[in-house]
């Protein structure tokens, strides 16, 4: 039996890790700073606030003790420029192992029901996001593009994300980075960030358990052959476009009577929607002497009482379709589109503006600073799973910002022993009964 995923469990998957870290300072006591710098940043980036080690800080001179050091470990609370400094010289995937920890865990653990037996067992949405970009500010790590003379620097990532249909929460795995690669010329892209990943962590996951969800970008032919290779399967979004011969294939087989078509109706709970499937078996991926042979299905879907046009997408996989496990596979398919906007939200609302805190670094400092950043969304999430007080207290402060602007006054003026602690005082001054399990009544006037 996995032991309980509290914050302290999770913690402490953390500290095992930035304990560890490669420290290439010759000072004494350094293994020591180096963590604190760590969960430092990762604390700012927990409870959303540019300004809360400077308020533990405070709160040490006054008192002797701070919450920096309660909730998170700190020995010493370092300042800005010190985590900066520190942070730097790190490789990222250093901090790589807390988010299998975590995923073993929440999976052993027996959280992740929801997420389980969606076309085969685990459906990974990856979404390459851009999180930054400048004309001035850049490191060794970042991309570059010249464009009308003018050099802009970025930094991408793809972040692989395990989804669920209905499931809000995404459950975030080891992130890869787009970045310059040792020994290769050519630009590093997306999709070779993609592949890494998959060469690199596939075999966590048993043999066909694993089905990946992309965009157009993905459903390219040596990236699913690889897919393929690595015993796992995809449901890519397939445009015309980008597919000029699979969609010959389809026009051909459609005069020929061999593209079926199934149209179903939905209650969507509002209103009935018409589904009209469209799908055909083993056409080429593309124009080639070995074309890689996939399936096809699209769909289009109508509001059944005015007709407007709701959605319509076409995927291609190497997953066998047959007419009743259409809507299954659809469902799956579109996942992606909503862990899209969970990833941007990730990104680009969950404080990585928090960055400007800390600078961009020379090394590796912007990549270091979003592991963490993802690691703290992570824990959140798994929170939410794991932590029955947690996730009342949660759904009590319902707009995110109202959660963690609690969070930052209250550890800004009061001590807690520990993060429980914390959670345990807003649970009970929210009044939030003990003994009844349904979420908690509205209130009004509730910030
Ligand atoms: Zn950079």
């Given at each position: 039996?996995?032991?309980?995923l ?34 430092g ?8 606030s540019?300004s ?13 003790q ?7 470990g ?21 901090l ?26 685990w ?15 850049h ?34 795995l ?19 960030a ?23 970008l ?49 209650w ?6 018409i589904?009209?499937?469209r799908?055909a ?33 076409a ?18 398919a ?11 939200n990730?990104?680009?609302n969950?404080?990585?503006?928090l ?7 020379q ?26 007080e ?7 402060l319902v ?34 009964d ?12 509730r910030?």
């Amino acid at each position: 039996m996995a032991p309980t995923l509290n914050f302290d469990r999770l913690r402490s998957i953390l500290v095992a890790t930035v304990s560890h870290l490669p420290d290439r300072r010759t000072r004494p006591n350094r293994i020591y700073e180096l963590a604190d710098a760590a969960l430092g940043a990762f604390a700012v980036f927990f409870v959303q606030s540019p300004s809360f080690l400077a308020h533990q800080r405070d709160m040490q001179r006054s008192r002797g003790q701070n919450n920096a050091q309660s909730l998170f470990g700190l020995e010493q609370v370092p300042s800005d420029p010190q985590i900066r400094n520190l942070l730097d010289p790190i490789p990222p995937e250093q901090l790589a192992p807390p988010f299998w920890r975590v995923f073993e865990q929440l999976r052993d653990g027996d959280y992740l029901k929801a997420y389980q037996g969606h076309l085969g067992l685990w459906l990974c949405a990856l979404d390459g996001t851009q999180y930054f970009s400048s004309q001035q500010i850049h490191c060794a790590q970042c991309t570059t593009r010249v464009v009308n003379e003018r050099t802009y620097y970025a930094h991408t990532l793809v972040a692989p994300l395990i989804v669920a249909p209905g499931e809000h929460r995404v459950i975030a795995l080891e992130p890869e980075f787009v970045r310059p690669q040792d020994g290769n010329e050519k630009q590093d892209c997306e999709l070779r960030a993609a592949e890494r990943w998959l060469q690199r962590n596939a075999s966590r996951f048993p043999a066909g358990a694993l089905t990946l969800l992309g965009d157009d970008l993905y459903c390219h032919q040596p990236f699913c052959e690889l897919v393929l290779a690595r015993h796992c399967h995809f449901a890519f979004t397939c445009k015309p476009d980008s597919h000029p011969a699979l969609y010959q294939e389809i026009d051909l087989l459609t005069k020929a009577g061999g593209v079926s078509e199934v149209s179903q109706r939905h209650w969507n709970g509002q209103r009935y929607e018409i589904w009209r499937y469209r799908y055909a078996l083993r056409v080429p991926l593309r124009a080639d002497t070995k074309p890689l042979y996939v399936n096809w299905c699209e769909v289009t879907i109508t509001n059944e009482a005015t007709g407007e046009l709701l959605y319509r997408n076409a995927w291609a996989t190497d997953h066998a379709l047959t007419e009743s496990g259409l809507h299954d596979f659809v469902v799956a398919a579109r996942t992606r589109w909503k862990s899209e906007n969970e990833n941007n939200n990730v990104l680009k609302n969950y404080g990585y503006h928090l960055e400007h805190n800390f600078g961009h670094g020379q090394q590796y400092l912007a990549m270091v600073l979003i592991m963490l950043n993802l690691l703290a969304f992570l824990f959140h999430t798994t929170l939410d799973l794991c932590d029955e007080e947690y996730r009342r207290v949660r759904t009590e402060l319902v707009a995110r910002q109202t959660f963690f602007h609690d969070v930052q006054a209250l550890t800004r003026y009061l001590y807690f022993d520990s993060w429980q602690a914390l959670i345990n005082f807003m649970f009970t001054r929210l009044e939030l009964d003990t003994d009844s399990p349904s979420p908690p009544r509205k209130r009004t006037k509730r910030r």
